[in-house]
């Protein structure tokens, strides 16, 4: 039977940090253990994760140098209930706090852009399709209420292509989670074509999440004069709207959608209160400088551009 959900949380996270400290040792073949993924303790007592021999990430929010501030400690919960468990990994702990929250699933962003550091392509395609196994796993244990969205290798084409196609075979309602600021080409270069239409014939929606390293402005954030904390302020004030917009308008305006008709982009944590605005420019400037007009686009669309995005894109916004 199909299951039914009201409140749907639809972009969760379940950072590095808070991962299962086995979640790959026990599932990598013998031959990549050497450099397999795994938590070391330091004289100190200190945890950290490290990869290829290198450090990758801390352990916990406190790890990370979030200690004193972060979701855990002002809800008064513990971060790690059990040694080595983190809540946000855990189904059994992740359905109690949706239970609290008044939420009934929720689709959880996994650790798509650390994987993407990973140097070795075998290592780190096995390390992908270990999340993804452990994403169906979770699934599973929840009653389908833990839904990862599934992580794709995004250093290659081949890789991509073949990890989609495998967990496409899962069958769970969920999408596949591109790392478009850690790919070694953007979005619209022509290497991503398999990649789109291996989304479009399976229909697994590609989520392309807010990240203030992607984007196009060279703006002077890091010249003298301006201060760090003011850097951060600039960055967050502007995040996700003008970012987002760059990236919906891309998408678009590289004939995507057009080329692969079953296609659907989800654009995470992006806002919304921008797009109606976005909607009416967009239209606005492809018809003055559309086929009719002197300033006439490389790429012709089939239709206008706020047509392709009510048709193929959606969005994700915090509350």
């Not at 972009?11 to 026990?26: I, S």
């Not at 406190?62 to 400690?73: A, E, F, I, K, Q």
């Not at 002002?74 to 939420?103: H, N, Q, T």
């Not at 479009?200 to 201060?227: D, F, K, W, Y």
Request: aromatic share 10%; net charge negative.
């Amino acid at each position: 039977m199909e299951k039914r959900f009201g409140v749907v949380s639809a972009d969760g996270h379940c950072r590095l940090f808070h991962l299962p400290f086995d979640l790959w040792t026990k599932r990598l073949p013998r031959r990549l253990q050497d450099d397999a993924p795994r938590v070391v303790a330091g004289p100190d007592g200190t945890r950290q994760w490290v990869v290829e021999g290198h450090p990758w990430s801390g352990v916990g929010w406190r790890g990370v140098g979030r200690g004193p501030v972060n979701c855990y400690t002002r809800a008064g919960l513990d971060e790690e209930p059990e040694p080595g468990i983190f809540r946000a990994a855990s189904a059994k702990y992740r359905c109690e706090d949706m239970d609290r929250d008044g939420v009934d699933a929720e689709l959880v962003n996994g650790p798509y852009e650390q994987i993407s550091q990973i140097k070795n392509p075998e290592l780190r395609a096995a390390c992908v399709r270990a999340v993804n196994d452990w994403a169906r796993e979770l699934y599973e244990e929840s009653n389908g209420r833990f839904i990862m969205l599934l992580p794709l290798s995004c250093q290659t084409s081949e890789e991509a292509v073949a990890e989609l196609l495998r967990v496409a075979e899962f069958g769970l309602p969920t999408g596949i989670i591109f790392d478009w600021v850690g790919a070694p080409e953007p979005v619209i270069h022509q290497m991503w074509e398999p990649v789109w239409a291996a989304a479009a014939e399976t229909g697994l929606p590609v989520n392309l999440h807010a990240n203030p390293r992607g984007g196009s402005r060279q703006i002077g954030v890091g010249a003298a004069g301006l201060e760090p904390r003011n850097q951060s302020l600039m960055t967050v004030m502007n995040f996700p709207m003008g970012l987002m917009a760059e990236l919906m308008s891309a998408v678009v305006l590289c004939g995507i959608c057009d080329r692969h008709s079953g296609i659907r982009f989800v654009l995470e944590e992006a806002g919304v209160g921008w797009v109606p605005f976005l909607f009416w420019r967009m239209d606005r400037e492809y018809e003055f400088g559309g086929p009719t007009r002197v300033f006439k686009p490389d790429i012709e669309l089939a239709r206008l551009p706020s047509e392709i995005v009510r048709e193929h894109l959606f969005f994700t916004f915090e509350v």
